[in-house]
């Protein structure tokens, strides 16, 4: 499965990005989807997740209430909506892919990682 991000970028403390990622797999819906980040020096955190079979997800506390994780399995894409973003949002976002039942995985496939700034 190879998954490409987009939607990085430069946005403004309060402001909103959406990123996708698109994937090649025609099995698509039986992939559970996540989104991870990283910042320089740091482990790549799990950030929300949806799972293949039921749509159930995960939020990390830091994000609920304000990223929302969705997919689109027509068009073999997860999004992840971001809202009222901070500057502790900042970093690389990754999206994933596991084919386990498990929000958690482990997560066998990644994109390439798509830069987020946000400035205060």
């Known amino acids: 499965v190879q998954l490409q991000a987009f939607g990085g970028g430069l946005v403004q403390a309060g402001g909103s990005l959406r990123l996708s990622c698109v994937a090649s797999a025609r099995t698509f819906s039986s992939y559970t989807l996540g989104w991870f980040r990283q910042l320089p020096g740091k482990e790549r955190d799990l950030v929300v997740a949806i799972r293949r079979s039921d749509g159930s997800t995960y939020y990390a506390d830091s994000v609920k209430g304000r990223f929302t994780i969705s997919r689109d399995n027509a068009k073999r894409t997860v999004y992840l909506q971001m809202n009222s973003l901070k500057p502790e949002d900042t970093a690389v976002y990754y999206c994933?892919?596991?084919?386990?039942?498990?929000?958690?995985?482990?997560?066998?496939?990644w994109g390439q990682g798509t830069q987020v700034t946000v400035s205060s």
């Open positions: 994933a892919a596991t084919s386990a039942f498990l929000l958690s995985g482990p997560y066998d496939y």
